[in-house]
């Protein structure tokens, strides 16, 4: 099996694929838009600057996930 890596962040996709993966979360009406863009904007900041604590990145952007049945992951995955 063959295996194609790629980076899809300012190459594929105009702009930072998981910072917009929050974007979509508060448009989506699953996370407060004002507190989360805030903390996703933090997140991406210390992205940005090599610091990123991934353990807290992830608890934070799954959050708005736990408690969503697989059909409504589903759904989301399709839009």
């Known amino acids: 099996m063959a295996l194609a890596i790629?980076?899809?962040?300012n190459t594929l996709?105009?702009?930072?694929?998981?910072?917009?993966?929050?974007?979509f979360l508060c448009e989506a009406g699953l996370a407060n838009a004002d507190s989360f863009r805030q903390r996703n904007d933090a997140f991406y900041a210390e992205y940005q600057s090599g610091c990123l604590d991934m353990t807290a990145y992830l608890d934070f952007v799954l959050a708005p996930l736990a408690g969503l049945t697989r059909v409504e992951v589903r759904a989301l995955q399709r839009q």
């Not at 790629?6 to 962040?9: A, I, K, S, T, V």
């Open 6 to 9: 790629f980076d899809l962040d």
């Open 13 to 23: 996709l105009a702009g930072d694929s998981d910072h917009r993966w929050g974007e």
